[in-house]
């Protein structure tokens, strides 16, 4: 069983950049490829980024690419996601997810196994 812990969230002004951090307690934390959802005020959850377990290859959602870097830290059991360049609309809720098995880089609700409780960004105008 893994769980996921996020922080790093909170209110920045459009242009400016913040770094969300996942915290994940398990052992099966090396092995499964991990990603970033959220979810706007009355929005569906959607993704936003994704890595393998290893770290070797990574995927972004049309809307972050450029702008948002997914990287992990296997040793110290961590997930991050660094934002730079932020929009208004990437005021969403944010959540560490864990893939539904070995390999498996979760891009959809359903190939999460595993979801952090969240962690709120805010992007003011």
């Known amino acids: 069983q893994v769980q996921l812990e996020e922080s790093g969230g909170g209110l920045v002004q459009a242009g400016g950049s913040l770094r969300l951090s996942c915290a994940a307690s398990?052992?099966?934390?090396?092995?499964?490829?991990m990603g970033w959802f959220r979810q706007a005020p009355g929005k569906e959850r959607e993704f936003v980024a994704g890595?393998?377990?290893?770290?070797?290859?990574?995927h972004y959602a049309d809307s972050v690419k450029g702008r948002f870097t997914i990287s992990r830290d296997n040793a110290k059991k961590s997930l991050y996601l660094q934002m730079n360049s932020l929009k208004p609309e990437d005021t969403a809720v944010y959540y560490c997810?864990?893939?539904?098995?070995?390999?498996?880089?979760?891009?959809?609700?359903?190939?999460?196994?595993?979801w952090g409780k969240g962690t709120l960004v805010t992007v003011s105008s």
């Open positions: 997810a864990a893939g539904s098995g070995v390999g498996v880089i979760p891009s959809r609700e359903r190939s999460v196994a595993y």
């Open positions: 398990g052992r099966t934390f090396s092995i499964v490829g």
């Open positions: 890595i393998s377990s290893g770290g070797s290859s990574t």
